[in-house]
Structures are given as structure tokens and as C-alpha cells.
């Protein structure tokens, strides 16, 4: 990583795909702080979602306005940060950027079957199984991310990733020198 210029892995990807899993990971690994993007809802978002409702793009708006100045912050104060949210279309992604070189997107990518297994697996969270259709619905793949798979083991998906972000701008397809 360029010690020079602080980097934001924003860890993207449908509920269930493992972005808080591979973000705390990731961010030991790197020794930089890990902030999950669901603490950043709103409560009535959470109540919503708890509610087998799905959200619109004015509930995530706040939210997503939250986690950008999250993101401002950082790089204002030359800190590098890994964010999990799951940023399911472009037009959020641009949002939480806002236009900042230093923000790097991860996409764990993973097929609807893998990802609602997950899901059922999983105790204790907000986001009901019955949501993740909405999910895949919203996501709009990107093309100017990292794409990882996530049917490796979030051990493999780190070692994985970590090359990658050396020179993470640099590499970015859509880049002249991304090759």
C-alpha cells in the first residue's frame, strides 16, 4: 500500500456475502480500522428491514450519507480504513466516493444459492432471508471494483486480496494500466 496516500477498501456485496467477516479480517491483517456500514443505519432502517421490508434508495440515502463522511474523515485525516457496505448500486458507490481516488471498491461476489445457504446459517442479525431477493434485484455489478469470489474460505479471500491492493488505483479496470 502507498504509505503516502491513505487507501478505503469499501467491502461491497449483498447481505450474507461476508463483508464484515472478510472486513475484520482484512483490516487485522493491515492493522487499520474496520467500520461496519450497518451501524451506520438508521434505526427506522433496521426497524424496516427487521420488518421483512425492503429498503428504497431514500432509505439508504442518510445511511449512505453517513458512511461518506466516514470516508471524508478518513482521508482528510490521512487514516486508511476498511468499510463493509454493501453499496449495491453504482449510483451509490458514487455517492460514498464522491469522486476520491483513495477509495477502493471490493466486490464479493457470490451466487444467490451460496449466499441464501449463508444466510440461513446465520444467528442473531437484522437482515431476514426472505430480503435477499431484493438484494441480488438492487445489485447492479460493478465494473470498476476487485471482484473476489466468496466460495473460498475468508482466510484464502484475504490472501487473496491483499496483492490487489497494492497499488489498488493503479490497478482498477477502466485504467490505462490496469493489464
Known amino acids: 500500500m502507498n504509505a503516502d496516500r491513505p487507501v478505503i477498501v469499501v467491502l461491497l456485496g449483498v447481505s450474507g456475502s461476508g463483508k464484515t467477516t472478510i472486513g475484520l479480517r482484512l483490516a487485522e491483517r493491515l492493522s487499520w480500522p474496520f467500520f461496519d456500514g450497518d451501524d451506520f443505519h438508521p434505526e427506522q432502517n433496521l426497524t424496516k428491514m427487521m420488518q421483512h421490508q425492503p429498503l428504497t434508495d431514500a432509505d439508504r440515502e442518510p445511511w449512505l450519507d453517513r458512511l461518506a463522511e466516514l470516508?471524508?474523515?478518513?482521508?482528510?485525516?490521512?487514516?486508511?480504513?476498511?468499510?463493509?457496505?454493501?453499496?449495491?448500486?453504482?449510483?451509490?458507490?458514487?455517492?460514498?466516493?464522491?469522486?476520491?481516488?483513495?477509495?477502493?471498491?471490493?466486490?464479493?461476489?457470490?451466487?444467490?444459492?451460496?449466499?441464501?445457504?449463508?444466510?440461513?446459517?446465520?444467528?442473531?442479525?437484522?437482515?431476514?432471508?426472505?430480503?435477499?431477493?431484493?438484494?441480488?434485484?438492487?445489485?447492479?455489478?460493478?465494473?470498476?471494483?476487485?471482484?473476489?469470489?466468496?466460495?473460498?474460505?475468508?482466510?484464502?479471500?484475504?490472501?487473496?486480496?491483499?496483492p490487489q491492493l497494492e497499488n489498488p488505483i493503479e490497478k482498477r479496470p477502466g485504467n490505462k494500466s490496469f493489464q
Open 71 to 162: 470516508i471524508e474523515a478518513s482521508i482528510a485525516a490521512g487514516r486508511s480504513a476498511v468499510i463493509a457496505c454493501s453499496a449495491l448500486r453504482h449510483a451509490y458507490r458514487e455517492r460514498l466516493a464522491r469522486g476520491r481516488r483513495e477509495v477502493v471498491f471490493v466486490y464479493l461476489k457470490g451466487c444467490f444459492e451460496l449466499v441464501r445457504d449463508r444466510l440461513a446459517r446465520r444467528q442473531g442479525h437484522f437482515m431476514p432471508i426472505d430480503l435477499l431477493p431484493s438484494q441480488f434485484e438492487t445489485l447492479e455489478e460493478p465494473l470498476d471494483a476487485i471482484a473476489i469470489d466468496i466460495r473460498e474460505s475468508p482466510e484464502a479471500i484475504v490472501e487473496a486480496l491483499i
